[in-house]
Structures are given as C-alpha cells and as structure tokens.
C-alpha cells in the first residue's frame, strides 16, 4: 500500500476518533451531569418537609385556607434555603377536592417586590400532566417545562402529611444552568480527547496492522480447529449412539453426564431383583427356522425392554432367553417404590405376554412362548467387575441367585415373589402365599407369594388351548349376559355329543 494512501487512512481513522471520542465524551458527560442534577432535585425538594415542619401541610389541608401571613413565612424559610444551593425554586402542592393549589414556594427578590406571592391563594391552573400523574401514581416524576419565569428541570415527590393525605415537595433548576455545565464540561473531554488521541493514533495504526496479520492466521487455525471439531464430534456422537444400545439408560446417562466414572468399584446397596426365561425354550423353538426364531425372539426382547424402561429398570443383561432387571442402581425412589415398580413392571410383561401370543398364535406360530417370572429383594453388591480392559456393570450375590431360584420355581406365567418383596408392596398389590422353597445359600427355607390374578387380570377371564380360545369380561357382561349363557349352554351340549 502506498504512503498516501496510508497516511489518508490515518488522517481518517484520527478524524473518526475524534468524531467518536467527541460523541462519547458528550453522551457520558451529559448523563453523569442530568444524573447529578437529579441527585440534587431530590436532595432539595427532599428537605421541604423539614424545613416546614411535619404538622405545616397537615395543617394547610385541614383549614383549607391560608392567611398571606403564612404564606410568607413558609416562603421565607424555603427562599432562605433556595439561596444556599444552585436549585432555583422550592415549593409544594396539596390537593383539595380534586383541586391542586399551591401551599408554600420560594421567591426571587423580584417576586418579592411585584408581590407575586399573592397568586399562590389561587387554584394552581399550569398544572402539567407530570404533576397530576405523580399525584395519582405516588411516583416520583421528572419534567422539563417552560412558564412565565424560565425554561426548568422539575422533580416532583409524593409524600403523607400526618392525617394520611398526599401532598407534592417540588424543585426547579434552570436549563441554562444544566447546559453551562454541559458546555464546560464537554470541552474538556473534547481537549483531553484530542490531546491523546494525537499521542495514540501512530501506536493504533501499527497495533491494527499487527492485529490484522494474526486474525488472518486465527481465522485460518479456528477454520482448521472447528473442521476438525465438527468431525471429532460427529463420531462421538455416532459412537455414543451405538454405545447407548450396550448400556442401560441410566448407566449411560451417569456415564456421559460425569455422575459415574468408569473404573473397577463395586458397593452394597439394598435392589429388588428380576429374573424372567422362556419356558421350554429350546424344545419350543426347535422346530423353527433360525430366521424365524431371530424375529420372534428380538421382538420379545424389544417388547419386554420397551415396558422395563418404562419403569425406569436398570436392564442388567440377556442371556439368551433371559431377561436380567434391576431396581435401586444407579438411581432409586426407595426401597419400598423400587419394589412396587419391580413387581408392576412384571404383571405388565406378563398381560403384554398374553397379547403376544394371540398375535403369534393368529401368525401361524403353534408353540408361542410362554414366561416364567421371579422377583426378589435383598442386598446386593452391585458396580464394574472386569478387568482394566473390559468392565461389566452388573449385580452379585446370594439374593441374585434367589430370584434366579425364585424364577425357575415359578409356574407358567406366573410372578413368583419373596417374602422380603412381599413385605414391601403388599399394600400396594395383591399377593397370595404359596409353598416355602430351599436355596442354596439361605439357611432357612424361602417363603414364596405369587401375585394374584385380580390384580392384574381385574375382572376379566381368559383361556386359550388348542382348539379353543375364550375371553369373558365381567364388567361388561350384564348387557349381553343372556347371550353369553345361551352359547355357553350351546358349546357345552356339542362337547358332551
């Protein structure tokens, strides 16, 4: 770039400096100057009262009148005050049958002499829009008009006179005096600005030059930074994705939120345990094509997945027909609702059971599945177990294997539940007590309960077998119960023939 064109881009970049600088320094200084002036609006009509007397507008609303006597007594006090300060007047109103009036002011010597003090016995009739909302508001208002003595900045301030009226303490300060100082104050800033801005401008134009070489070289590294950023994290997400499908919920969650780190380390908590299976898998699934088989299977474990999560189940593992669930790790809602939730998540996987195998029996399957389910309570270590390399989240110990026993032990389609889990939602869901069993492990045989069919079944009767499937529900039955009696007579009589 040529040295003129250089030094014609200086003499601009001065110019606007000094266009800007100029600009600020006036925006700031006449915002710090009106907020000054403010200050001492306030500050002086504050002081009305006091110089008054606390009784003085009380009294005025009470007599509604005022002698000229007093008039210029309380005019005295305020113009004695007025001409110790920059303020130019002090005065009051009060309202008086929704009519505002005047109730003391200062005076100039000029007022004095024309005795314009006598108007005051009149109605107030300039009051401005400001005044009467600072009335009905109770607000503070600030003004700037203009009348027969001057061009003013006005406060207004709402106080309570003893008897509970509201009464208005006012100050005035000229506008011309507010832009002496404004003007003062201004070419000041403006002759400092230019002073350093001549001292500046030589160092600026070589810090942009600088500047300019780096944000050249910052734009091309933060280029290649957030290419390889995007890229980074496309595959985390990617992987995290498919991650999340190894790992329940709210392991994965802990995990990728900080909650858990992922190390070796176990612990005892107190979990309420699921174990489900298939009965007769392998004979049932013997004579099935593997095709087939992977379809029916997966979609039984997405089915019973789908309702463990709904219930905010730790999914432990599956283990080929196997379902392995978990209540109190990493999150709990207590003991007592673990196990409510638990044992509820149960009786919906089993009635989802018995939708499935209608489904698969109309699909042509002849042996559709049919679960087994045990649930138990009790302490458990539960954390990572593996190697450096390899880590399993998952649950050991005697009360594991007692809902595995517990399990095995139940009848078909049937929630198989311990005494401690018993204990825990038996106000909740309807149990009855069946035979105790011996695990290993437990010294003492295990009381076991199932859970009773008009929890989970209500009021309905279902049975299919070969050849024969029936469905009665009694809530409903009353409006076609004569029906319902007429084939069951009819269907019983072709039997017996």
Not at 195 to 211: D, E, T, V
């Amino acid at each position: 770039m040529k040295k003129h064109t250089i030094l014609f881009l200086m003499i601009v970049v001065y110019i606007m400096g000094i266009g800007g600088y100029g600009y600020y320094s006036y925006i700031k200084t006449k915002q710090n100057i009106m907020e000054g002036i403010d200050k001492e609006l306030k500050s002086s009509a504050s002081a009305i009262p006091s110089i008054l007397g606390d009784g003085y507008h009380n009294n005025v609303i009470d007599k509604n009148s005022r002698t000229e006597k007093e008039d210029i007594n309380s005019a005295k006090k305020l113009t004695k005050y007025v001409n110790l300060i920059r303020v130019k007047y002090l005065y009051s109103f009060i309202k008086i049958d929704d009519n505002i009036r005047f109730s003391s002011s200062s005076f100039t010597k000029r007022e004095w002499d024309d005795k314009e003090i006598t108007q005051f016995f009149d109605l107030y009739k300039n009051a401005t829009s400001t005044l009467k909302e600072s009335f009905e508001k109770e607000k503070i208002m600030f003004e700037e008009s203009s009348d027969k003595w001057g061009t003013f900045r006005s406060i207004f301030i709402p106080f309570k006179s003893n008897n509970g009226e509201t009464y208005i303490v006012g100050a005035d300060i000229e506008i011309s005096d507010i832009h002496d100082l404004l003007q003062t104050e201004l070419l000041n800033s403006v002759l400092t600005g230019l002073f350093f801005l001549s001292l500046i401008i030589p160092i600026i134009m070589l810090y942009i030059r600088a500047m300019e070489k780096e944000k050249v070289n910052l734009e091309r590294i933060i280029e290649d930074k957030t290419k390889e950023l995007k890229d980074i994290n496309y595959d985390l997400k990617k992987l995290s994705k498919q991650l999340s499908k190894y790992l329940s919920p709210q392991l994965y969650n802990s995990i990728f939120t900080g909650k858990q780190e992922v190390k070796i380390e176990a612990k005892r908590k107190k979990l309420t345990i699921f174990f489900s299976d298939i009965k007769n898998f392998t004979k049932t699934t013997e004579h099935m094509e593997p095709e087939d088989l992977t379809t029916i299977l997966n979609s039984y474990l997405n089915e019973m997945s789908l309702i463990a999560l709904k219930y905010e189940a730790t999914i432990d593992k599956f283990i080929g027909d196997a379902i392995v669930i978990f209540f109190g790790d990493p999150e709990t809602k207590g003991t007592k609702e673990d196990a409510i939730a638990c044992v509820s998540m149960g009786i919906e996987m089993k009635n989802r059971m018995e939708e499935l195998r209608d489904k698969w029996l109309n699909n042509g399957i002849s042996h559709p599945f049919e679960i087994r389910i045990g649930i138990n309570t009790g302490y458990c270590t539960v954390g990572n177990f593996g190697s450096d390399s390899k880590l399993d989240y998952t649950i050991i110990g005697s009360h594991v294997n007692l809902a595995s026993r517990l399990e095995s032990n139940a009848r078909v389609n049937e929630v198989l539940i311990s005494e401690e889990t018993y204990l825990l939602i038996k106000d909740k869901i309807s149990c009855s007590k069946r035979d105790s069993i011996r695990v290993k492990g437990f010294e003492q045989p295990i009381q076991t309960y199932e859970i009773s069919d008009n929890y989970y079944k209500k009021n309905i009767f279902k049975e299919n077998l070969d050849g024969f499937n029936l469905s009665i529900n009694f809530d409903t039955l009353d409006k076609d119960k004569n029906r319902v009696i007429e084939v069951l007579e009819t269907t019983i009589a072709k039997l017996k023939d």
